[in-house]
């Protein structure tokens, strides 16, 4: 039984993203379902915020999770995620050529063909929201499997973002704490500025990482063993249907749910490590990372907020990592980001954790570096 | 009925220390090391680094990451590995020297 409860509690995000893709096949107001559900979470979080579980482990200290079963959910996402792509360009493409309103009935399921302006607007937020939790899966996949590895980048490459899966491993895991980190956000950063940023500097290093792996072995760049230029290829079905669905509409489509799915990573990132300092070639170490780990964010995120524990012990399957006693926002994820959209709002909240963090955690030096930056 | 799915007790032999891990099929190389107390140097643990470096002399492992981006053609041909993120497969014997580059995991 408590193998079954360990196992099914990480499927809130597969049963929400398949709900969005029914919704956005049925039409109406059904395609505001993924908004609704992005809401609905957002306050069971909030509400949620105080619990908080350590991982489960038997009496001889094996985990309940099994490996199997969660890489098949994890692979099967990518499906589920090319079908939410797959049931937004078919919302465009009937929007672009004026299909007539109707009702048809289809397995119980009621669709309303034909899609209004204001609905077509929340089709794309719907997707966009959705695809970019992707990332919790493409973040997964890019630690334990040389296979997952690949999946990743597909997931990645369905936000635009396949560059996300070498500048995570080989840069962020690195040099996290570190200025010469991208995805660390310094003190007084917003989360906006933050995306732009890091994006830029993540696609930046996967560029640099492939051009050296491609000089070390004689190859020129121009190859088709050019993995920064695949990333980007194994986007190229995504801007393909987009553009033939719905020409204009379409490339506007595609373009908001990648900033979309891309703001939801990194703010991801910049919650993750916000204002955090680590040393120039020290270990990183628990302190180096912010903990979100109340339950429902938990669950949602396949325990991705246990970023302390993630970044120490990197091998780690995410249904075994547990709590380290980190810094700990004591929030969730959801809370967060709605505070994170408002700068002075986050600013006001993190002055106190982060006053704690440079009393508490740091060392003389960065408590030192620390003082280079304000709030 | 479901030997299928059991794992494997393995032995992994470290030359030239002569110390020995236990683990079983599948089991993480540095993890199962670190965790009977062998002072094996690390630092990123997901194989970005190269600190946890070693030779495979005898044995599988199963890669969990392209080590191309860290070790170079000539280390790959030698057989040298990411001890974080090789998956043990059969018994094995290892060269890796616990002594070395020990700032990477200290410093």
Not at chain 1, 66 to 86: D, N, P, T
Not at chain 1, 89 to 111: A, C, E, H, K, M
Not at chain 2, 62 to 78: G, R, T
């Amino acid at each position: 039984m408590k193998t079954l409860f360990v196992n099914t509690r990480y499927l809130i995000v597969p049963v929400m993203s398949i709900i969005t893709i029914l919704g956005l096949i049925s039409g109406g107001i059904n395609v505001w379902a993924g908004v609704a559900l992005f809401g609905i979470s957002a306050i069971v979080d909030t509400a949620t915020k105080n619990i908080h579980l350590r991982a489960d482990f038997d009496e001889e200290g094996n985990s309940y999770g099994i490996k199997i079963f969660q890489y098949a959910v994890m692979y099967l996402m990518l499906i589920v995620f090319v079908a939410l792509q797959l049931a937004l360009v078919w919302r465009i493409y009937q929007y672009v050529n004026g299909s007539p309103f109707d009702l048809y009935s289809f397995y119980g399921l009621t669709i309303q063909t034909g899609i209004t302006t204001t609905n077509l607007i929340g089709a794309i937020i719907s997707a966009g929201l959705w695809a970019g939790i992707g990332i919790i899966y493409g973040h997964e996949l890019s630690h334990n499997k040389k296979e997952g590895f690949f999946i990743s980048r597909l997931i990645m490459s369905l936000s635009g973002a396949s560059h996300f899966t070498y500048a995570h491993v080989y840069q962020h895991h690195l040099h996290l704490g570190h200025e010469n980190d991208p995805a660390t956000a310094p003190r007084g950063r917003n989360v906006y500025m933050h995306t732009w940023l890091s994006h830029a500097g993540q696609c930046k290093f996967s560029y640099d990482l492939e051009t050296s792996r491609l000089k070390k072995k004689g190859k020129s760049f121009l190859s088709l063993d050019n993995r920064w230029i695949l990333g980007y290829l194994y986007s190229l079905p995504s801007i393909v249907l987009f553009v033939w669905a719905g020409g204009f509409v379409g490339v506007a489509a595609l373009l908001s749910l990648w900033v979309i799915a891309n703001f939801e990573l990194e703010a991801l990132n910049f919650m993750g490590h916000y204002g955090l300092i680590r040393e120039k070639n020290k270990p990183v170490e628990h302190k180096h990372s912010w903990d979100n780990d109340s339950v429902f964010t938990d669950w949602f995120f396949i325990a991705i907020g246990r970023q302390a524990d993630h970044h120490v012990r990197g091998e780690t399957y995410f249904w075994e990592l547990d709590d380290v006693k980190g810094p700990n926002y004591g929030i969730g994820y959801f809370s967060l980001f709605l505070i994170t959209l408002v700068p002075p709002l986050f600013r006001s909240y993190m002055k106190k954790h982060l006053d704690n963090w440079d009393q508490k955690y740091a060392n003389e030096k960065e408590r030192e570096i620390a003082s280079q930056y304000g709030y | 009925m479901f030997n299928f799915f059991e794992k494997k007790d393995l032995k992994v032999k470290l030359i030239p220390s002569l110390q020995k891990v236990q683990l079983k099929t599948g089991d993480n190389l540095l993890a199962s090391a670190l965790a009977q107390g062998i002072k094996w140097p690390h630092k990123c643990r997901v194989g970005s680094c190269g600190t946890c470096r070693c030779k495979l002399v005898e044995g599988k492992i199963s890669p969990e990451i392209d080590f191309e981006n860290v070790l170079n053609p000539e280390q790959l041909k030698e057989g040298y590995i990411l001890a974080c993120k090789s998956s043990v497969k059969t018994d094995l014997l290892i060269h890796v020297n616990l002594h070395k580059e020990k700032k990477d995991n200290t410093t």
